[in-house]
T-cell receptor
Framework: GAVVSQHPSRVICKSGTSVKIECRSL??????MFWYRQFPKQSLMLMAT?????????EQGVEKDKFLINHASLTLSTLTVTSAHPEDSSFYIC??????????????FGPGTRLTVL | EDKVVQSPLSLVVHEGDTVTLNCSYE??????LLWYKQEKKAPTFLFML????IEKKSGRLSSILDKKELFSILNITATQTGDSAIYLC???????????FGTGTRLQVTL
């Protein structure tokens, strides 16, 4: 149980284009999803917290107009990198939590999306 | 600012050795501490610890939390090459279960 998928797994795009990444919880309803980015040999940095049906909460230093997050249903959240630039190249990972008490602390991660902006 | 520090940053051991990975934290509104294993892709969940002194065990892996001294250890006994990975420690805080990750310990197990 607690499987999270991401699509696409890898994307290469030209500078200035927008890229959408999907995160789905396959066998549970996720009231909260999280988006992270990870640079090579670094740890995961939380970008934003996404709650179903409400606006995402962004971490300090993350541009909400550049990284658009939509959490339209209990099983799907999307991250759109708008007007991507080479410095946005990174590994983007989503996670989801199952509802209910302390168990919500356990985040289940998707397999990640490697974005390369040329 | 919440902080999670892991040590060592990297470690090379021989198959069969026992290793201990450390995680210390300074956070507000502590809820739980989690350990993850990351190989090539996304982290996979290992343990969640909420109470001091209670060891969690899964096969050759075990972990314990000390909430007074604000640290946790992850032990791996009889290491195998398949244990080679980055081990991440994360602390959950606040009502939103936000995770703050440490930088990870890169473990390499050689034959």
């Amino acid at each position: 149980g607690a499987v999270v998928s991401q699509h696409p797994s890898r994307v290469i795009c030209k500078s200035g284009t927008s890229v959408k990444i999907e995160c789905r919880s396959l066998d549970f309803q996720a009231t909260t999803m999280f988006w992270y980015r990870q640079f090579p040999k670094q740890s995961l940095m939380l970008m934003a917290t996404s709650n179903e049906g409400s606006k995402a909460t962004y971490e300090q230093g993350v541009e909400k107009d550049k990284f658009l997050i939509n959490h339209a249903s209990l099983t799907l959240s999307t991250l759109t990198v708008t007007s991507a630039h080479p410095e946005d190249s990174s590994f983007y990972i989503c996670s989801a939590t199952t509802p209910g008490g302390i168990s919500t602390d356990t985040q289940y991660f998707g397999p990640g999306t490697r974005l390369t902006v040329l | 600012e919440d902080k999670v520090v892991q040590s060592p940053l990297s470690l090379v051991v021989h198959e069969g050795d026992t290793v201990t990975l450390n995680c210390s934290y300074e956070v507000t509104n502590f809820r739980s501490l989690l350990w993850y294993k990351q190989e090539k892709k996304a982290p996979t969940f290992l343990f969640m610890l909420t109470s001091s002194g209670i060891e969690k065990k899964s096969g050759r892996l075990s972990s314990i939390l000390d909430k007074k001294e604000l640290f946790s250890i992850l032990n791996i006994t009889a290491t195998q090459t398949g244990d080679s990975a980055i081990y991440l420690c994360a602390v959950s805080t606040g009502t939103a279960s936000k995770l703050t990750f440490g930088t990870g310990t890169r473990l390499q197990v050689t034959l």
